[in-house]
């Protein structure tokens, strides 16, 4: 079956960085585009960035320049370095997949930045 476990996150103050990372099974990982959204607290979840299969990379635009997907196909993981973290990026940040038949999604990671 397929699985998304995350890990990484916490908590850190605005200025700060963390890690968020996604360990994939159950699928032929380095054939899949992963993405991580967020969603935080009264909002909608939204789309925060992209890698494909090759390894081509998009980013939502309050992120990019402080954000940066990547992905290890040898451990079939996905990971998403964020800096310079500002307050607004509170979330539960949730890695994604999907076929044309479904979405898989992780258990989601608590990301905070507070001062």
């Known amino acids: 079956q397929v699985r998304l476990v995350q890990s990484g996150g916490g908590l850190v103050q605005p200025g700060g960085s963390l890690r968020v990372s996604c360990a994939a099974s159950?699928?032929?990982?380095?054939?899949?585009?992963m993405a991580w959204f967020r969603q935080a607290v009264g909002k909608q979840r939204e789309l925060v960035a992209t890698i494909t299969s090759s390894g081509s990379t998009s980013y939502a635009d309050f992120v990019t320049g402080r954000f940066t997907i990547s992905r290890n196909n040898a451990r079939n993981t996905v990971h998403l370095q964020m800096n310079t973290l500002k307050p607004e990026d509170t979330a539960i940040y949730y890695c994604h997949t999907k076929s044309h038949q479904r979405d898989w999604w992780g258990q989601g990671t608590q990301v905070t930045v507070s001062s």
């Open positions: 159950g699928i032929n990982f380095k054939l899949y585009e």
